[in-house]
């Protein structure tokens, strides 16, 4: 009676511990022999099940078994439990193949020494912790989880599909001192970053126009800034494609080249007293007549100086109406705002108000063209705030792809507001 009954117990106990590896550490096929608990580790020693010894390569059942080869894998911790799997696994000789193979092991990839579901595991902590934080509560190293990451990202969006792909944004990053730049194409529907590319300028889109064209993506409008070498670009790839240039840039270039004429003024001026009140009034030029702080007497200030220059008053309110080029009902009353504004600056005498009036009547089209389409690179200006952030939290990236993917990845990030 004795017997039976630990015959029995021990038979229960390795049904429990088969099922306990295949529902808890996804092993399946493979039956349970023994656990060793050495040093704060936990080792689960399993062998292959018979119906699973075939060749690895064209599956075939005819082989000869030539031996074993013991190897362990990393599972999912119990606890602060470190577990590990021993499995002695089969060399056969293949009569189909005429070779000798290692069987395959279904629980985990042959060049890893971990197992698929402690990959799964390190990947959703990566989604609360930081690369670092994971391979020490872990007890791993930290390339193991880099590149644990970095493997599921180029799975993931090393090659985005674009056929889908309508509205685009395009704009470059600087990503660190000796200029160096990376372009960003983001798509305007989704908010996903299609394209990650190396410098700025039409050579660095070259690869992303191969595969967009490749695709079958039927482009309706593309926000960029306007640059030659972009227009360029765009107007020979996508023809189809309507060139929106983005308000932001227009107004960015004109504030340039308003602080640039302020500069001028300031080194023309000879009086102390004139000079006293036109310095420091760079900042109150640029920024928007509602953001003047009252407590800080900006407002005063401001007046001021443009009572004191006529030439500098004429561009600071050309400027104001300039802005109001994106405000209007219709397309047609903004094409009739906008000749009108070039017609008086052009004739206002003021060079920097000329050379403005000169490139806003070369880019007439693309600035109205966001009546047909309001799209702009805003959304891509907000996404390289992120990239920026990314980066400076982790202290730049040795890894160049490693970086791009997780630009790409960049739209699934979600952030805490702390605070």
Known sequence: ?????????????????????????????????????INGHVYFTVEMNSDQIRCSVCNCRQVVRRGKVERRFRSLPIGNKTVWIILAIQRVWCSACNLVRQVRVNFTDPRYSY????????????????????ALHLNVGWDMIKQIQKRYLE????????????????DEISIGAGHRYLTIVLDLVSGAVVFVGDGKGADALKPFWRRLKSSGAAV????????????????????????????????????DRLSDFRRQLFNQIEEPKKKQVIKG?????????????????????????????????AAYYMKEDLRQAWN????????????????????????????????????????????????????????????????????????????????????????????
């Open 115 to 134: 197992t698929r579901a402690f990959e799964r595991y390190c990947l959703e902590l990566c989604r609360h912790m930081t690369i670092k934080d994971v």
């Open 220 to 255: 309706e409008a593309v926000a960029i800034d306007m640059s030659p070498a972009y227009i360029q670009a765009v107007r020979e790839n996508v023809p189809q494609a309507l060139v929106v240039f983005d308000h932001f840039h227009v107004i960015k270039l004109y504030n």
């Open 281 to 313: 009034t760079r900042w109150l030029l640029l920024k928007n007549p509602e953001n003047l702080n009252p407590d800080r007497s900006e407002p005063n200030r401001l007046k001021a100086a443009l009572e004191l220059n006529q030439p500098l008053a």
């Open 328 to 419: 209007q009902p219709d397309k047609e009353t903004a094409k009739d705002f906008l000749i009108d504004w070039v017609y008086r600056a052009g004739s206002s005498m003021i060079p920097m108000l000329t050379k403005m009036a000169r490139t806003i009547a070369s880019h007439f089209h693309g600035i109205l063209a966001y009546y047909d389409y309001p799209i702009s690179t805003g959304p891509l200006e907000g996404t390289n705030n992120k990239i920026k952030t990314m980066k400076r939290q982790a202290y730049g990236f040795r890894d160049d792809q490693f970086f791009k993917l997780k630009i790409m990845a960049l739209h699934n990030t979600k952030y805490a507001l702390v605070g």
């Open 155 to 170: 799975k993931r969006f090393s090659k985005p599909k674009l056929k889908q792909l309508k509205k685009l944004a395009i």
């Open 1 to 37: 009676f004795h017997w039976v009954f630990a015959k029995t117990s021990r038979k229960k106990e390795t049904l429990m511990s088969t099922s306990l590896l295949y529902h808890g550490f996804g092993l399946r096929g493979y039956r349970y022999l023994r656990t060793e608990y």
